[in-house]
């Protein structure tokens, strides 16, 4: 069956250090997006891509990167990880025009 | 993008129909209301979407009133694992990777 995996599923790190979670799909979807989930805040959008070299900004992507090499992967690095980036991160996809996303069960990040 | 107001809990008795409200009253003709859950710890799960007419599908049915301005997403018989948070959302057809998350509704199912 298809399915989107994230790993690690838990990541403890210091400040500073760069910090890169994996995102990898079966869908063959094209569109993927990394979104970030605080008490308080919910879900909000890091960056996304619509395709293989493609990505854009979300609304909190001060700190993140994105590249997206092929269609199944879509890694997030945090540059320089802070305190603030204490955070469940999770991963998804899509298939074209739909809002029908599809979610990975989450990786669970904290910077010390 | 249309703002969407929901609950912000409700209690439902297992077995029981769920009727979850949502009130988005400036949507606009191009934009859908699509609906999301949470189970704790999990990452979210589509349910339904829908654009004019009322919709169906083997988790929920959408309602959506004849002038849009508000839905209602039917659990028809809840169970308790359908305790989570749901989210509705209302999403432009040209802007389909922008779902905006909200506060939700925290619904628990008891027996």
């Known amino acids: 069956d298809a399915e989107i995996t994230q790993s690690p599923r838990h990541k403890i790190t210091e400040t500073g250090r760069q910090v890169t979670l994996a995102c990898h799909q079966t869908?063959?979807?094209?569109?993927m997006f990394w979104y970030r989930q605080d008490l308080g805040h919910g879900l909000r959008l890091i960056h996304y891509s619509y395709g293989v070299q493609d990505t854009n900004k979300g609304e909190v992507s001060d700190g993140y990167s994105v590249s997206r090499s092929n269609t199944e992967d879509l890694p997030l690095t945090l540059e320089s990880a802070a305190s603030s980036q204490t955070s469940v991160y999770f991963c998804?996809?899509?298939?074209?025009?739909?809002?029908?996303?599809?979610f990975g069960p989450g990786t669970r990040l904290t910077v010390l | 993008d249309a703002k969407t107001t929901q609950p912000t809990s409700m209690d439902c008795a297992e077995g029981r129909a769920a009727n979850l409200p949502c009130n988005h009253s400036?949507?606009?003709?191009?934009?859908?209301v699509y609906w999301y859950r949470q189970i704790h710890s999990q990452g979210p799960q589509y349910i339904i979407h829908?654009?004019?007419n009322n919709e169906t599908n083997e988790m929920a049915s959408l309602i959506i009133t004849e002038d849009r301005k508000s839905s209602t997403l039917i659990l028809p018989h809840a169970t308790l694992r359908d305790t989570a948070v749901y989210y509705c959302?209302?999403?432009?057809?040209?802007?389909?990777?922008?779902?905006?998350f909200g506060a939700g509704t925290q619904v628990v199912v008891t027996p």
């Open positions: 998804a996809s899509s298939g074209v025009s739909t809002g029908e996303q599809f």
């Open positions: 959302i209302v999403l432009r057809a040209d802007s389909w990777g922008k779902l905006q």
């Open positions: 829908g654009l004019k």
């Open positions: 869908w063959n979807h094209n569109n």
């Open positions: 400036t949507i606009s003709g191009n934009e859908y």
